[in-house]
């Protein structure tokens, strides 16, 4: 194997990388997290609607 090859490997890798880590980074984690305290408030919400509010009991 010839050692531009091996560099034109790692020039992809890199670009990967980026592209992956620019994913989670701007799309991944912030849809998560939207999803997460979205779904903690229903359940509260939920959980309100059925057992009351709290100090109601």
């Known amino acids: 194997m010839s ?3 091996s560099d ?3 020039v992809l890798t890199r670009r990967g990388e ?4 620019i ?3 701007v799309i991944l984690f912030p849809v998560l997290s939207v999803i997460l305290v979205g779904g903690y408030g229903f ?3 939920m959980l309100q609607l ?3 509010p709290p100090g109601a009991g």
Do not use: E, M, N, Q
Not at 18 to 21: A, I, K, T, Y
């Open 18 to 21: 980026r592209r992956v880590f």
């Open 43 to 45: 359940a509260i919400w």
């Open 3 to 5: 050692a531009s090859s």
């Open 50 to 52: 059925i057992f009351g």
């Open 23 to 25: 994913f989670i980074a």
């Open 8 to 10: 034109d490997d790692h």
